[in-house]
């Protein structure tokens, strides 16, 4: 399919005028007495909020009967709002419909896989292919639109809110006609639909487009097509898209000064969306993070901020949602510890966030969210959470003055590749082993590399990580002739690769690659899959993990590789017992190729394993400088860079559970959880802390 253009960036404007951070919330008036609004704005001034997201849920109080607008409540909270130096980012207010449409219009209504209605009850109940719902929701954002047309307040337009959360997939009637018409669009005749699906297998040949139906019901126990199911996955993500390109271009006929975006979801292990494609079509990127609490917290915020990054190609993006401290949606659900509310706000800062918000202002006192946290505390505002917010408030107001906002993420010397279609394909049924997955990949190396006091990049396939002296593809199980051909352009140039497992088993279209994995870029790697091998933890007497000789262990997957080109250099193997079939096969090897090299991991391994064996790769790569040019594994250590390369902020997070001793490189802006010596030279973190830090003057 033909590439998208990508819209420009623009960024809100302050009402102030002045650059700075943006700070704050969800606001949710429609759900309190008028009479707490002066006592929210009081409690906002304190605390520094200077924006906040309106109307994400009031569409039933902004249009209570069909064509019956009420903007009063809506005008009067903008205008107390405004007046206080706060701007509004307004929603197109469509996320949830009110219960006067969907009753007059059942058919909006998704469809699950067994052709079950999904009712009212909670939100995004609606499906994107409605015609009628769309019109009733372009009817609302033409209202928004022109109502709010002059309103000086309002900085931008919040679309929609996180598609997909809650109506990824429908298996309508309507959703069926438009996946037909988006097949259609793909691949023009239906023979090109038989052979990218492979319809000859159990006989599903396809004579005519309307005979495509979505993946529904097929019986327990049974298989879909995967061709078919991959597909679904993208038509699903850009019958979403569509969806929220409809509103937001009625929104922008209407108001073309005001920057506009939506939500994502982009986390470690969210994949609601192909949000690389996505983000195309914002005027900035916006993204929610809910922690994952316990060990990966710091390392699964980071991660995912830094594809977030990525996505937004290097622009400063905007942190829309996340937890002051515990949410409501886990079965427990863990308050965060002292120190974490500002921590995880400065880690979002530091990989590139202009815009600090939270998820909500004031905690609600009914609905389904009533015990997630939020800015203000059920218990008010002489609470730890409260003084932590208003702290967080003059810390980001300090960072503004200093110049932080508009810097840019510097970047990291390794960019690890994700790719969304591969994690779909890849977490279809009927494989190797339902125990992994492309996307559970790129973290594992994350944290590996952070052992090895590395920070890398997250970058999407199509992202360009041609700039960077090393390029891994973890387990990334789509490769298809592009990509092998800028692999091959890459590595001939004298990049460094490192493919693993899993990778280059199939091309596009999940049709697996014949001649040995991984497809294409084989002779990039000097060797060939025969087989894969995956383990079955937990079952003695039978393959359960395999040993290597450097003395790390597989497990889960390994590559049988039945052949290695002349000038490979092999360098680890197994050593297992004969009945296995793997003692003394190859596991890790290196390739000259060009002017570059690339090495092979051909197993899985947990991320402290990857860290023991990252030396022996980087030395085999002859990069083993990357590791020395870096810092100290016990800290996560990021940097923003000004525009003139003059101004750099340096970020300093504890990773461990221990207090760690920090050398300081320049002026102490904000520390959180953190103490500058006597003599300024060095400063201690204790747990969950962090420090900023300016330094001027260009590098060497
Ligand atoms: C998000 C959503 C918010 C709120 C929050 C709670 O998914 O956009 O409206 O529900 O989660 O964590």
Avoid at 565 to 579: E, F, I, M, Q, S
Wanted: charged residues 25%; contains cysteine.
């Amino acid at each position: 399919m033909s590439k998208p253009t990508r819209r420009a960036y623009r960024w809100p404007k302050h009402l102030k005028g002045q650059q700075s951070l943006w700070y704050g919330c969800d606001y949710n008036p429609d759900q309190w007495p008028e009479d707490t609004w002066d006592e929210d704005i009081r409690l906002m001034t304190k605390a520094g909020v200077n924006v906040v997201a309106l109307g994400v849920f009031s569409w039933s109080r902004i249009e209570p009967s069909q064509g019956v607008f009420d903007f009063d409540w809506l005008d009067r909270i903008i205008d107390k709002l405004g007046r206080a130096g706060i701007g509004v980012n307004l929603a197109s207010a469509t996320a949830s419909p009110p219960l006067w449409l969907t009753q007059a219009h059942p058919e909006v209504l998704l469809r699950d896989e067994r052709g079950d209605t999904v009712w009212p009850g909670a939100r995004q109940h609606w499906r994107p292919t409605s015609p009628i719902f769309r019109s009733y929701a372009l009817k609302l954002c033409r209202a928004m639109a022109e109502h709010y047309r002059n309103n000086p307040y309002l900085v931008a337009w919040h679309v929609g809110n996180e598609y997909g959360c809650h109506n990824r997939f429908d298996y309508s009637d309507d959703a069926m006609r438009a996946f037909q018409r988006w097949c259609r669009r793909r691949y023009k005749d239906i023979d090109a639909v038989n052979r990218a699906w492979g319809t000859d297998f159990w006989s599903q040949r396809l004579s005519d487009f309307s005979q495509i139906l979505p993946p529904r019901f097929i019986g327990q126990g049974n298989f879909q097509n995967p061709g078919r199911m991959l597909d679904f996955e993208r038509f699903s993500s850009d019958a979403l898209k569509d969806f929220y390109m409809a509103e937001r271009d009625t929104l922008a006929e209407i108001t073309p000064d005001i920057p506009l975006t939506t939500n994502f979801m982009v986390s470690a292990g969210g994949f609601a969306l192909d949000y690389d494609d996505w983000g195309n079509q914002v005027d900035f990127v916006a993204n929610d993070h809910y922690v994952t609490p316990g060990r990966d917290h710091l390392e699964e915020l980071a991660y995912s901020s830094s594809l977030v990054d990525a996505i937004a190609r290097r622009r400063p993006w905007w942190l829309m949602e996340q937890s002051t401290s515990a949410v409501n949606w886990r079965p427990v659900n863990l308050r965060k510890e002292p120190g974490q509310l500002e921590r995880d706000s400065l880690a979002h800062l530091a990989l590139g966030a202009d815009a600090i918000c939270y998820f909500q202002w004031r905690q609600s006192r009914a609905g389904a969210e009533k015990f997630h946290s939020a800015m203000l505390p059920h218990a008010g505002e002489d609470t730890a959470v409260f003084r932590d917010v208003c702290q967080l408030g003059r810390d980001l107001q300090g960072l503004s003055q200093a110049g932080l906002a508009g810097t840019t993420l510097a970047k990291a010397p390794v960019a690890l590749v994700f790719d969304y279609a591969s994690q779909w394909a890849s977490s279809h049924a009927a494989s190797p082993s339902d125990r992994v997955e492309h996307g559970q990949e790129p973290p594992v190396w994350y944290r590996a590399f952070l052992d090895n006091a590395i920070r890398p990049d997250v970058l999407p396939v199509r992202a360009a990580w041609e700039e960077y002296p090393l390029v891994v593809l973890p387990a990334l199980y789509l490769i298809d002739a592009d990509l092998s051909k800028r692999l091959h352009k890459y590595v001939h140039g004298g990049g460094r690769l490192i493919v693993t497992w899993g990778s280059g088993i199939a091309d596009e279209q999940d049709r697996v690659w014949t001649g040995g994995y991984p497809g294409p870029p084989r002779d990039l790697l000097g060797l060939s899959v025969e087989e894969c091998a995956p383990m079955a933890p937990g079952t003695p007497g039978l393959l359960d993990h395999l040993d290597l000789t450097n003395g790390v262990r597989a497990q889960d997957w390994a590559d049988v590789i039945g052949h290695l080109d002349k000038g490979t250099k092999v360098l680890a193997g197994y050593r297992a017992d004969p009945w296995t079939g793997m003692d003394g096969m190859p596991a890790m090897t290196v390739h000259d190729w060009g002017h570059g090299k690339a090495a092979y991991l051909g197993c899985r391994l947990d991320a402290q394993d990857l860290a023991k064996v990252l030396p022996a790769l980087l030395e085999a790569l002859d990069i083993a400088d990357m590791r020395s040019a870096q810092g100290d594994p016990d800290l996560l250590r990021v940097e923003r860079v000004s525009g003139d390369d003059r101004t750099r902020f340096v970020f300093l997070f504890n990773r461990t559970r221990h207090p760690v001793q920090v050398q300081l490189e320049g002026q102490a802006l904000v520390g959180s959880l953190a103490s500058v010596d006597g003599d300024g030279k060095q400063a201690s973190l204790q747990v969950n802390g962090a420090l900023v830090q300016r330094v001027v003057g260009h590098r060497h």
